[in-house]
Each structure stands twice: as C-alpha cells, then as structure tokens.
C-alpha cells in the first residue's frame, strides 16, 4: 500500500524559516516526478514546487527563490526549504507523487501558518 506522509509544517512568524519533509513508502518512485502543492483558505490548490525523476526542478509562479525543493532518491523523499516566510505562505501544504495518466498519490497535508 502506497503512502504519502508529509512532516516539518507548524506555526512561525514572519521572516523565519521552516523545511518540510515528504516521504513516499511502498514502491520505488524514482521513476516519477514528486512535488509540494499549498491550499490556502478559500484558495485554489496550487503548485509550490516539483522535481522530477532526472531532478530538474519546478517552481510555481507564486513562489520565488524564498522556496527550494530538494530530493533523496534512496529515501523516496523530497524536501521544501522555505525562508523568509509571508503570511501569505501560510496554507496547508500537500506533497505529491506525480503519475501522468494515472491517479496522483497525495499525502494528508501539513499546515504552515506564518503570523505577522
């Protein structure tokens, strides 16, 4: 059974830091993109940010170099490096493994809130 488990989200202020962890169990995924999408109230789901299996990277047009994404191949797990946080990062953020065709595998989301 695939699982999809997000950790690090949690309550900062603005202009401090946090990494989010996402790590996928029960196959090897090597094979497929993964990425960080974020929902904030009354907001659409959006990208924040993927890398694919040859490790090229993606950012959405929201983000900026405030935001890195990282991968662990051997561990099927990506990261999310985020500095200098707004209030309008905060959202739940949902990490995903990417399966064109198919049915995404998502994790349950782990909240950001950034107070000012």
């Known amino acids: 059974q695939v699982q999809v488990e997000e950790s690090g989200g949690g309550l900062v202020q603005a202009g401090g830091s946090l990494r989010l962890s996402c790590a996928a169990s029960?196959?090897?995924?090597?094979?497929?993109?993964m990425g960080w999408y974020r929902q904030a109230p009354e907001k659409q789901l959006e990208l924040v940010a993927a890398?694919?299996?040859?490790?090229?990277?993606t950012y959405g047009d929201s983000v900026d170099d405030r935001f890195t994404i990282s991968r662990d191949f051997a561990k099927n797990a990506i990261y999310l490096q985020m500095n200098s946080l707004k209030s309008e990062d905060t959202a739940v953020y949902y990490c995903a493994v990417l399966r064109p065709g198919e049915s995404d595998y998502w994790g349950q989301g782990t909240q950001v809130t950034v107070s000012s």
């Open positions: 029960g196959g090897n995924f090597n094979g497929n993109a």
């Open positions: 890398v694919t299996s040859g490790g090229r990277t």
